[in-house]
């Protein structure tokens, strides 16, 4: 990759490391990268229709997610998607839809293991605006902020979404709005770094056993190695039919036979955690 000021920004665990960096060709763009190995290409990812772009993080499906420039100029959150069969790989590039005006620019910043991506949506052209972080899975965008109970959202603005974790935990930064003047930390217009965590409010279909994994199926309040356990029991085993969740279209509701659809929801709750499937 012909240039200067290469950053690697992210790496998964097939060692494929993903980054920017300023190209000296064709016309000293900045441009994102992705590399799958010590002795492979530096491959460029495709803009949205403008000059310049960078990757920011990668999983191990080898999604891709950062930002890259528009035509008219401002940049937008992205995913490149690798094309199977393609040698080197080459990528397909989306825009995740920005929230509406002022918001005119976006990025994103992690996805976990599931596609559930965080970034913020920014103001560039609007004085005063802050950024509006957010969480984005399976085609829906949503605002840190309407995530949490009122009394947070009276106490903290969330400025930064900068990661995620398989658990659906989120991390970044936040401005506290109101405090206590004796606390020095905890002053009106700190920042300070936070994390989200899901509340294990409603467990859903995913929760099928209780704590020690034993059978019938009794939910007990969280998601673990016992859900996953009855959920890949044997089919002559009662516990079976506690794993028809859903049917082939992906559905909550029994159909009457475990398949894809059962296992996409399994594994949608019990990666996430209690009560945290975007709806």
């Not at 994103?108 to 899975?137: C, E, H, Q």
Request: charged share 15%; aromatic share 10%.
């Amino acid at each position: 990759m012909p240039g200067f000021g290469r950053q690697a920004n992210g790496v998964n665990n097939s060692s494929v490391i993903v980054g920017g960096g300023w190209m000296s060709e064709p016309s000293w763009a900045y441009a994102a990268w992705v590399l799958h190995g010590p002795n492979e290409p530096f491959i460029i990812l495709p803009t949205l229709g403008g000059r310049d772009a960078n990757a920011e993080k990668i999983n191990d499906a080898g999604a891709i997610v950062g930002d890259a420039q528009a035509a008219q100029g401002f940049s937008r959150a992205a995913i490149w998607t690798p094309i199977p069969g393609t040698t080197p790989t080459r990528y397909t590039v989306s825009d995740i839809p920005l929230f509406d005006a002022p918001y005119d620019s976006g990025e994103a910043r992690d996805i976990n293991s599931m596609g559930m991506i965080v970034g913020a949506d920014l103001a560039i052209a609007t004085n005063g605006v802050g950024p509006k972080p957010w969480v984005y899975f399976n085609g829906q965008k949503r605002a840190l902020e309407d995530l949490v109970s009122p009394e947070v959202r009276a106490e903290w603005t969330f400025w930064w979404a900068m990661g995620i974790n398989d658990a659906g935990q989120i991390t970044g930064i936040a401005v506290r709005n109101n405090g206590d003047p004796n606390d020095p930390i905890g002053n009106p217009g700190d920042t300070r770094a936070f994390i989200l965590t899901p509340a294990p409010t409603d467990c859903g279909p995913a929760d099928i056993t209780n704590t020690d994994g034993d059978l019938p199926g009794t939910p007990d309040g969280a998601i673990d190695n016992g859900d996953f356990a009855a959920f890949f029991a044997s089919t002559e085993d009662p516990i079976h039919t506690v794993a028809d969740l859903a049917n082939t279209d992906g559905e909550l509701g029994p159909d009457g036979v475990v398949d894809n659809g059962d296992f996409s929801v399994f594994f949608g709750y019990f990666f996430v955690g209690c009560g945290n499937i975007p709806s």
